[in-house]
């Protein structure tokens, strides 16, 4: 019999009654091939792994990440609710040590959902990682997080919630934005003035293999975690890198990802895109769940692997030490860079325009950051979509100094209600979330 070596949870939560259309790459289908294959493969069977329930998350949680524009009701439907409750069971599993890692297998998706969401973009609606974490902080005090983003696709909801958070190192690894949605995730995109450097984009080339990918884990993201020292590491395990994928350009496989998650150890994964749905999930998924178990991944391979047909050539090597380089630079001089950003001013304004391609709604920003060297910053949001719907998002930092709390109750009370459908004030440290509107 086998033994897991580390006592691992799984969710499984597929979402029946929740699809984009009957034929759309995010579908149903994409966790019941792994759910057979691990049922075949007698993984439930191994002393150690537990299967969990995914539970219902509260509208407190979502709130503690989102403005949801009206309200989370408006934008979620009750799988969004269990698969954001599959992250949160496995994070409170974690931090109660009934388990020491776990990967919540669940759908829909999330880490292209923003701090502001007025609808879906990129097949997600709300941020599940993000919702997960922000619980866990409120309910555990933790306050240090690694979230590292392996999904193809650039985690850019992710990236947007944290860009201004000094205490949540944000690192993703994915295919260059100029030749794949969402088309951001450059190397200078490395957070706000306040938290420059803790976020930290790694854009590789197409058709990068499991040599680039295990090249960038050993000499950049491992070294950052080993300075940064998170509390938790969160892996949003994205499986669209793989080399049958229909969506994206890489040549990585189910070996690789196992050998990844082996190094990276995450204390929790959580699934996020990855469309081959019969020909890489089922095997990725077994590696991904073996590796977090401490157990021999090295006879998962998928049938048709071939590694001399993926071999990458000397010009993506190339480009992946570059990268390689420049990540760790940008991490060396983040805190003078961070000083120079800030200097003598008292604000940061920065004017966004959003495309949400799931739901076709265009969104347009205006960010006002206050400036700080003792916390993240008070933020609000001006938000404005083609729907109709104008709010002002007020958002007071978990960390935040009583300066910055006095500006962003300032802001919140202050304003004008006649310009704006409704105004939003979402309080961290008082754990509150307080909205006016007319």
């Known amino acids: 019999m086998l033994f897991a070596k580390h006592q691992t949870g799984l969710v499984f939560f597929p979402a029946f009654d929740w699809a984009i259309s009957p034929t759309h790459p995010e579908r149903e289908e994409r966790l019941l091939y792994t759910q057979d294959q691990i049922l075949e493969e007698g993984i439930l069977d191994i002393d150690g792994i537990h ?28 799988s969004h609710f269990i698969s954001a409750g599959g992250a949160k069971t496995i994070g409170k599993a974690v931090m109660n040590q009934s388990i020491e890692r776990g990967f919540a297998l669940v759908r829909p998706p999330g880490h292209h959902a923003m701090r502001v969401a007025h609808g879906g973009r990129g097949f997600c609606n709300v941020n599940n990682e993000a919702i997960m974490i922000e619980y866990l902080r409120h309910a555990y005090g933790i306050r240090r997080v ?45 957070g706000g003035p306040n938290a420059y450097g803790t976020t930290l984009n790694i854009p590789l080339p197409p058709y990068t293999s ?34 049958t994928d229909p969506l994206t350009n890489m040549n990585f496989c189910a070996q690789g990802y196992a050998r990844m998650t082996a190094l990276l150890k995450p204390d929790i994964a959580v699934l996020e895109g990855g469309y081959s749905i019969e020909g890489a999930l089922p095997y990725v998924n077994v590696g991904i769940i073996l590796a977090l178990a401490g157990i021999d991944f090295r006879y998962v391979c998928e049938p048709d692997y071939n590694p001399e047909s993926l071999r990458q050539t000397k010009e993506i090597t190339a480009d992946v030490k570059m990268a390689c380089q420049r990540v760790l630079k940008t991490w060396k001089n983040r805190e003078a860079t961070r000083e120079k950003l800030i200097g003598d001013k008292k604000v940061d304004e920065r004017r966004r325009s959003i495309f949400y391609d799931t ?56 304003a004008d209600l006649k310009k704006f459908d409704a105004i939003y004030l979402q309080d961290r440290p008082e754990d509150a979330y307080r909205v006016r509107n007319k």
């Open 51 to 78: 299967e969990l329930k995914a539970e219902v998350v509260e509208i407190a949680d979502v709130q503690r990440v989102h403005f949801c524009v009206p309200d989370p009701r408006k934008i979620m439907t009750e």
């Open 146 to 190: 690694a979230v590292i983003d392996t999904d193809c696709h650039h985690g850019d909801g992710t990236q947007d919630i944290y860009w201004h958070d000094r205490d949540t190192l944000f690192i993703s690894i994915h295919q260059d934005g100029r030749t794949l949605y969402p088309g951001s995730g450059m190397a200078d995109e490395a």
């Open 210 to 243: 499991q040599e680039g990918f295990i090249h960038v884990i050993q000499e950049a993201v491992l070294p950052i975690l080993d300075e940064f020292k998170p509390e938790l590491i969160v892996n949003s395990a994205g499986q669209d890198n793989h080399f």
């Open 359 to 414: 739901d076709g709604i265009y969104e347009n920003q205006f960010e006002t950051l206050q400036l700080c060297r003792d916390c993240s910053g008070a933020l609000k949001i001006d938000s404005r979509a083609d729907t109709g719907a104008h709010v002002l998002a007020v958002h007071i930092p978990l960390n935040a100094c009583p300066d910055c709390i006095d500006i962003a109750n300032q802001w919140y009370e202050s």
